[in-house]
């Protein structure tokens, strides 16, 4: 652009009598008024159109409306127009399963990795409800496998939160990284283990995963999947040599969370792979005063059974036997010398 600000600037004098100047201001003036409304008009009309088909492209492709799609587009519609929080046709068809319409709109050139507001891309839509076909063609495309949502999900993670097993084993065929964490430093495996899905925990462990990875409270899948009762998922850690007596930040094995739980099997199944049954937390609780604050009897039994310390005391004082919910839980510890 032209500095018409600087020294040597020429006035209207220069090109103009006095008595011309104020006429060819004033048409110019009209004129340019009039310049503006179009040049306006040409801007802001066919924008807030194209805006508009824009939306309506993203609302075809999700709802399936091969006819409209293809209308939309032969008038010039953006393929990559977004709707309000940033999704494209590309992303709502992912997102629907509509793979018609994800053929037309790759077609056309699509951006195949183009990220929402909060980060999602196509892949992680179709990863999130299922459709192996679409996940498939989007990584025929070269499709970013291991982009990430602004909460550090991928679409492995989003696969193997939703129990999709087939798109799972599609994605680490296709390299995804396995050991990536989220926000939270959790990882598929921990993911999958949360929701309880043991064939996709079985797959992730085949492909090597990291067992005893810690999320940012230094919990692992054994400690998660023992806290939510996810038995054979317990057993699936345990045969591939997960840690069995590791402590999260607080101090809390996967033995103290599955007693304060109530999950007798899963008790049963750690101390027949040797836990260490009198490991203290930081506030100095161990599995047998949280199975007896919580009323797990048969727990008790176990720890007692197992020969679980009985007089440690917390960093209160007390020990199992003050806690204990139950009388009869109280009668147990008792005779095995209990004292408060």
Do not use: C
Request: glycine content about 10%; aromatic content about 4%; overall charge positive.
């Amino acid at each position: 652009m032209n500095d018409h600000s600087g020294p040597g600037k020429l006035t209207h004098d220069s090109f103009y009598p006095q008595s011309r100047l104020f006429m060819k201001q004033k048409n110019g003036r009209i004129l340019s008024f009039a310049w503006v409304i179009l040049v306006l008009s040409l801007m802001i009309f066919p924008t807030t159109s194209h805006a508009s088909n824009g939306k309506d492209l993203v609302e075809a492709a999700y709802t399936g409306n091969l006819s409209k799609v293809r209308a939309l587009l032969r008038k010039g519609i953006d393929v990559d127009a977004k709707d309000s929080v940033g999704a494209t046709a590309l992303m709502a068809a992912s997102e629907t399963g509509h793979e018609a319409i994800m053929e037309i709109l790759l077609a056309e050139g699509a951006k195949i990795d183009h990220q929402n507001k909060q980060g999602a891309t196509a892949l992680m839509k179709a990863s999130q409800k299922g459709h192996e076909a679409i996940v498939q063609t989007l990584l025929a495309k070269s499709a970013k496998i291991d982009q990430q949502h602004k909460s550090g999900f991928t679409a492995l993670m989003i696969a193997s939160q939703n129990g999709h097993e087939a798109i799972v084993q599609t994605l680490l065929a296709k390299g995804a990284k396995i050991d990536r964490q989220d926000n939270q430093g959790a990882t598929a495996l921990i993911i999958a283990t949360q929701n309880g899905y043991e064939a996709i925990v079985q797959a992730l462990l085949a492909k090597g995963t990291e067992i005893d990875h810690q999320n940012k409270q230094g919990a692992t899948a054994l400690i998660i999947a023992s806290q939510n009762g996810r038995e054979a998922i317990v057993q699936a850690l345990l045969a591939k040599g997960a840690e069995i007596d590791h402590q999260a930040k607080n101090g809390v094995t996967a033995l103290m969370i599955a007693a304060q739980e109530g999950h007798e099997v899963i008790v049963q199944a750690l101390l027949d792979k040797g836990a260490k049954i009198d490991h203290q937390a930081k506030n100095g609780a161990t599995a047998l005063f949280l199975a007896s604050l919580d009323g797990h009897k048969g727990i008790v039994k176990a720890l007692l059974a197992k020969g679980a310390k009985v007089n440690l005391r917390d960093n209160g004082g007390g020990t199992a036997l003050k806690y204990a919910k139950t009388q009869q839980i109280k009668e147990l510890l008792k005779v095995a010398g209990a004292t408060k």
